[in-house]
């Protein structure tokens, strides 16, 4: 079992920069990719951005390449989403999840473990 804990959400101004950070704690031994994905009210949970356990590949969903960068340093067990220009579009609550393997994972049904979300909200 791998417990998730997001934090680093708030309200800010469109324009300005956020990070994000996921913490994973319990059976963090196994190799594994993570995800971000966001839900805005009334919408799907979508994904954001992932990476491998390496931390050598990752990937963006088309709204948020160029803006967003994740990063992880696995002796913290920790796994970052820098965002940068963000805009009020991006306003949503961002949950982090863990997928057993070495790759990078884009579905949600990839993922086995999901951490209870932070909200992030950019007013224009």
Known sequence: QVHLVESGGGLVQAGD?????????????????????????????????????????????????????????????????????????DTAVYYCAAAPGKRLYTLKRSYDYWGQGTQVTVSS
């Open 17 to 89: 920069s956020l990070r994000l950070s996921c913490a994973a704690s319990g059976r963090t031994g196994t190799d594994y990719g993570v995800g971000w994905f966001r839900q805005a009210t009334g919408k799907e949970r979508e994904f954001v951005a992932a990476i491998s356990w390496t931390g050598t590949s990752t990937d963006y969903a088309d709204s948020v390449k160029g803006r967003f960068t994740i990063s992880r340093d696995n002796a913290k067990n920790t796994v970052d989403l820098q965002m940068s220009s963000l805009k009020p579009e």
